[in-house]
């Protein structure tokens, strides 16, 4: 059953042209612009630097935003109600469009990692498994909070608040600056939301190779956890 849903929430999130857009054309837009236009200064090489951000803000944009719209508007034309007349649990529900995040998360690494590799992007060869393993958890945390956000709300109401979110966390979550330059009292709230948290120990796995430590993983977990069990108890149908 999980398999079964998690393939046809993929199919669906893949033929969509908005969710094509923000998980996949912006990121691509943002890797490319961002390393060929020297318009905001970066530490050296830019690709090594803006690589790992933009690998964050896809997880992001699939997981969390595409989810939550995606859930939202379904509740609103009725096909969570209809899904709730099969055997379809709601843990399962909530666990297959997790699994479909995870899926389409897949499909943007292999493009983003494509495009940075032609425009000179080196990895260190020692994070790629912490990078992985950063990226399932990145997953599982947004895609949680994704499903708590479209499941409890009006479909227009996820609508505003998710792109909301979504530009906040992008300009002052850790993703598009680093904690370091942002200002004093932000920058430590930052490490502790999942945007930085995956920002952050992505660039030190892929940048520098080193293991992403205990915060980042005790902070994506948090979020994970804590997501998930809130929107196994507050998923409406309709």
Do not use: C
Not at 63 to 80: E, H, K, M, P, S
Not at 188 to 217: K, N
Request: aromatic share 6%.
């Amino acid at each position: 059953m999980l398999a079964a849903q998690a393939r046809t929430e993929t199919a669906l999130a893949l033929r969509n042209g908005e969710q094509v857009l923000l998980t996949l054309l912006i990121p691509l837009a943002l890797l490319v612009g961002l390393t060929t236009l020297r318009i905001v200064p970066m530490p050296g090489p830019r690709v090594d630097f803006v690589t790992p951000r933009v690998l964050a803000l896809a997880v992001m944009s699939s997981a969390f935003t595409g989810q939550a719209i995606a859930l939202g508007f379904d509740r609103r034309y009725g096909v969570i109600k209809r899904l709730a007349a099969t055997a379809l649990p709601r843990w399962l529900l909530a666990a297959g469009r997790v699994v479909a995040a995870l899926a389409v998360v897949v499909v943007q690494l292999v493009v983003l990692g494509v495009v940075a590799a032609l425009l000179g992007w080196h990895p260190a060869a020692a994070g790629l498994g912490w990078a992985l393993l950063l990226v399932l958890l990145g997953t599982f945390a947004f895609g949680a909070l994704g499903v708590l956000l479209g499941g409890a709300l009006r479909a227009e109401l996820v609508l505003a608040v998710a792109n909301v979110v979504w530009f906040v966390l992008l300009l002052a979550g850790g993703i598009a600056l680093p904690p370091g330059s942002l200002p004093a009292g932000l920058a430590e709230v930052v490490t502790f939301l999942p945007s930085g948290a995956l920002a952050e120990s992505l660039r030190a796995a892929l940048v520098d190779g080193a293991a992403p430590g205990v915060q980042p993983v005790a902070v994506l977990l948090g979020w994970g956890v804590v997501g998930g069990l809130l929107a196994a108890r507050t998923t409406r149908l309709t």
